[in-house]
């Protein structure tokens, strides 16, 4: 098995001045893969030289996965301290009482005494069932309240008070929410994972984190192509696809999905790309550490940006909102359309 020297992987820098990869592993296998699928691929990216790797209870696969980290760690593959595991508390699970039973089920699942950043998954408590349809609307769904959101923050910084987890941040945030968040906050997010890729760069959001000292991590950072049916439009752009990618992919003999992710650690946002299968997360991660893009050609990549949201997440809708897009506070505030309590 090909492997990447670690010291090799280039690292950010966290506010509080601790270093991570500047790239990690995602593991949502999205109904696609089995959990084993993904565990496998998690042990086998352990080896190759991943330490960074992005997880959720909603994902369905943390006891496959935490089998791996613990034969991984008893196998003297690495050490738990080397890893950087991080999972997200559930839409479900928002409750009072239910954000430290939530955590206890994911660290008994992972096999881990502690997470190294656990992060609220959506800003709202809007759940819905695996496999659900792009028409399916929860009856308990609403929008955004900061009153809501900040009794489950709460909780969040409580678990950071007990030891169980060393830091703590959000998902899916747009800089409305953040705006009304961080004022209150105890203990300020220290992520905000996103959808980002070159069709969607989200500057506005990407630039308000910086200034924040939020870190910024991508989900869908090769642009999703295998995101779930609900989601898909007819517009959608294809982004391996884009005529800028191809051509610089093209100058540097590579797939344009490697273009991606050299352009997302250059950026200064962490991608966490996901594949089960070797030859492209060793390629993946290799990638990062050799032949870097120009800045002639970061430019062309900031110039191709779409504004086109593809993880659209229309299964989060409240009853009485028009469309996916009042998930997004696209005015510049919070969308509430539709709503009557």
């Given at each position: 098995m090909k492997k990447i020297e670690v010291k090799?992987?280039?690292?950010?820098?966290?506010?509080?001045?601790?270093?991570i990869p500047a790239i990690g592993m995602g593991t949502f296998g999205n109904d696609k893969y089995a959990p084993k699928d993904v565990s496998n691929a998690v042990y086998n990216a352990i080896e190759i030289g991943y330490?960074?790797?992005?997880?959720?209870?909603?994902?369905?696969?943390?006891?496959?996965?935490?089998?791996?980290?613990?034969?991984?760690?008893?196998?003297?593959?690495?050490?738990?301290?080397?890893?950087?595991?991080?999972?997200?508390?559930?839409?479900?699970?928002?409750?009072k009482q239910d954000v430290l039973v939530a955590l206890t089920k994911t660290l008994k699942d992972l096999q881990l005494d502690y997470l190294d950043s656990y992060l609220v998954h959506w800003p709202f408590p809007n759940y819905h069932a695996p496999g659900a349809g792009v028409d399916d609307r929860?009856?308990?769904?609403?929008?955004?309240?900061?009153?809501?959101?900040?009794?489950?923050?709460?909780?969040?910084?409580?678990?950071?008070?007990?030891?169980?987890?060393?830091?703590?941040g959000v998902s899916n945030m747009t800089v409305p929410k953040l705006k009304e968040m961080i004022p209150l906050c105890r203990i300020k997010p220290l992520f905000n994972e996103i959808e980002i890729h070159p069709a969607f760069q989200q500057w506005d959001t990407f630039e308000y984190c910086q200034n924040q000292d939020i870190t910024v991590i991508a989900y869908s950072p090769l642009g999703s192509a295998e995101r779930p049916k609900r989601d898909m439009e007819s517009t959608d752009t294809a982004v391996m696809e884009m005529p800028e990618l191809m051509q610089i992919a093209r100058n540097h003999h590579v797939h344009p999905a490697l273009i991606c992710l050299k352009w997302a650690v250059q950026r200064g946002h962490i991608p966490v790309?996901?594949?089960?299968?070797?030859?492209?997360?060793?390629?993946?991660?290799?990638?990062?550490?050799?032949?870097?893009?120009?800045?002639?050609?970061?430019?062309?990549?900031?110039?191709?940006?779409?504004?086109?949201?593809?993880?659209?997440?229309?299964?989060?809708?409240?009853?009485?909102?028009?469309?996916?897009?009042?998930?997004?506070?696209?005015?510049?505030?919070?969308?509430?359309?539709?709503?009557?309590?």
């Open positions: 090799k992987v280039p690292k950010i820098t966290l506010a509080n001045g601790e270093s330490r960074f790797f992005d997880g959720a209870a909603a994902y369905g696969n943390e006891s496959d996965i935490g089998n791996v980290y613990a034969k991984a760690i008893r196998n003297s593959v690495v050490k738990r301290e080397d890893l950087y595991i991080l999972s997200k508390l559930w839409n479900n699970m928002h409750g929860h009856p308990n769904s609403r929008p955004f309240f900061i009153e809501e959101f900040m009794e489950t923050w709460e909780q969040m910084e409580r678990l950071v008070d007990m030891g169980l987890v060393r830091h703590i790309p996901f594949s089960v299968r070797q030859e492209e997360y060793f390629s993946n991660l290799a990638s990062v550490t050799e032949d870097p893009l120009t800045e002639s050609e970061m430019e062309i990549i900031k110039a191709a940006d779409k504004n086109d949201r593809l993880i659209k997440a229309k299964v989060f809708l409240w009853p009485g909102a028009e469309n996916w897009k009042n998930i997004w506070d696209l005015n510049g505030e919070i969308d509430r359309t539709g709503w009557t309590k």
